[in-house]
């Protein structure tokens, strides 16, 4: 974790943990529900994972767009937007990533405008694209935007029509969003492998 965000605890709460626990419970009576990417999720917030900044951030992100979710006709039969309130650590979770956030976002604000900060993985996926070094604050404000836009719209990596499994595990194990959003190599490898083989 960076050290800039050392006083903040990034683990989930038992709230959170219990929440969360309910939705992977559901889904193990039915044998049924949830995302690859929702399960993954629920999994690390009922073991207590430690998460990232950028993770908590899509969490409060999720919470936003799926509050209409809790008006639906099958909220009361624990239909799938319940499932995934739930598996996204329910009204806990969301309490408790707007917490964070806010707590990130004031962090952020007390920076200087100017200062370029990124994390190891964003670091490492900068240098593999070669961007020019000429003019590398308009490159870097441009990967900036590119990210920011790829986690609006962040979807898990697909095999491409010529691609090998070998050449597709690498660039989804690679891949800076997945590597935010999975930061446990373990796990990471798990929902890629489900990309390579969702049949399996």
């Not at 937007?81 to 739930?86: M, R, T």
């Not at 309490?95 to 964003?122: C, G, P, Y």
Request: charged letters at 30%; glycine letters at 10%.
């Amino acid at each position: 974790m960076p050290e800039k965000y050392s006083h903040i605890d990034f683990t989930p709460p038992d709230g959170v943990r219990k929440e969360a626990e309910k939705g992977l419970a559901w889904r193990r009576e039915h044998g049924r529900g949830g995302t690859a990417v929702g399960i993954a999720r629920a999994r690390d917030l009922s073991n207590g994972t430690q998460l990232s900044p950028s993770t908590v951030r899509r969490m409060k992100a999720f919470f936003d767009r799926h509050e209409i979710d809790k008006k639906g006709e099958t909220w009361g039969d624990k239909g799938k937007g319940w499932q995934a309130w739930n598996g996204w650590g329910g009204d806990a979770g969301q309490t408790w990533a707007n917490a964070i956030v806010e707590r990130l976002n004031k962090r952020q604000a007390s920076n200087a405008q100017n200062k370029i900060e990124f994390s190891s993985e964003v670091e490492a996926d900068f240098a593999a694209r070669k961007m020019p070094s000429n003019d590398w604050l308009g490159s870097i404000a441009a990967y900036r935007r590119e990210l920011e836009q790829r986690k609006k719209e962040f979807v898990l990596p697909s095999p491409a029509g010529t691609e090998s499994g070998e050449d597709f595990l690498k660039r989804c194990m690679g891949d800076a969003m997945m590597v935010g959003e999975f930061p446990d190599e373990s796990q990471r490898y798990a929902v890629c492998q489900r990309q390579l083989n969702p049949n399996a």
